[in-house]
């Protein structure tokens, strides 16, 4: 059965912390990406990776990083988080052939 | 670049009516077409896609949706409602991003309330 686990279901933080949001897929997909889903603006794209050490940005990549070390595990990083950057993240990982994009349970960040 | 419109944030209907969902699209390219669900507490779930041939496109629970290329168009439909059909509902499009990569663009999404 199709996978996308992510590390935390909630958290909180504070303003000006580094935060590491992790996801796992046991797909062997290729491509990965990081959404986040705020009430009325639906999902937005942050960053995809299409490779181990591939990366991309997406709509909204500001104040976000990436890293892509295995095919497996695709990380979400805030450098130095803020406020604004509370929300649900979510991670998806697409099949290639239809696209169909299956994703994690998601992670509440609160940033105080 | 790609973007999709729903047309209502929030549809209230009473069980039993008949739903339709809006949904437009911009790109003027080969595109795969998505509805998601997402109910209360839970994750995103696929509800149906289109991919190619028939336009008309059955999902789980009773939705279907048409997928109306001279429109721009892929609205979600169901005859009767139920009150578990209580969610949100997105729109989604999958079209080419750049050279051998693609992207897939959501709706803001569709509050939908069924009152029992």
């Known amino acids: 059965d199709v996978k996308v686990t992510q590390s935390s279901r909630y958290l909180v933080k504070r303003t000006g912390e580094k935060v590491f949001l992790e996801c796992v897929q046991d797909?062997?997909?290729?491509?990965m990406f990081w959404y986040r889903q705020d009430p009325g603006l639906g999902l937005r794209l942050i960053y995809f990776s299409y490779d181990v050490k591939m990366k991309e940005k997406g709509d909204i990549p500001e104040g976000y990083s990436v890293s892509r070390e295995k095919k497996e595990r695709f990380s979400l990083i805030l450098e130095s988080a803020s406020t604004n950057q509370t929300s649900m993240y979510l991670c998806?990982?697409?099949?290639?052939?239809?696209?169909?994009?299956?994703f994690g349970p998601g992670t509440r960040l609160t940033v105080t | 670049a790609q973007s999709v419109s729903q047309h209502n944030h929030h549809v209230i209907l009473s069980e039993a009516a008949s739903l339709e969902l809006g949904c437009n699209y911009s790109?003027?390219?080969?595109?795969?077409l998505f509805w998601y669900v997402q109910y209360p507490g839970q994750h995103l779930q696929l509800l149906l896609k289109?991919?190619?041939?028939?336009?008309l496109v059955k999902g789980i629970k009773g939705f279907e949706a048409e997928f109306i290329k001279s429109k721009f168009s892929f609205n979600l439909r169901k005859p009767s409602v139920q009150w578990s059909d209580t969610a949100e509902y997105f729109c989604?499009?999958?079209?080419?991003?750049?050279?051998?990569?693609?992207?897939?663009?959501f709706g803001k999404g569709t509050k939908l309330s069924v009152i029992p």
């Open positions: 989604a499009v999958n079209a080419r991003r750049g050279a051998g990569s693609y992207q897939l663009t």
């Open positions: 797909m062997d997909h290729e491509n």
């Open positions: 790109y003027g390219g080969t595109v795969n």
């Open positions: 998806a990982s697409p099949e290639l052939l239809t696209y169909e994009q299956y």
């Open positions: 289109y991919f190619s041939g028939d336009p």
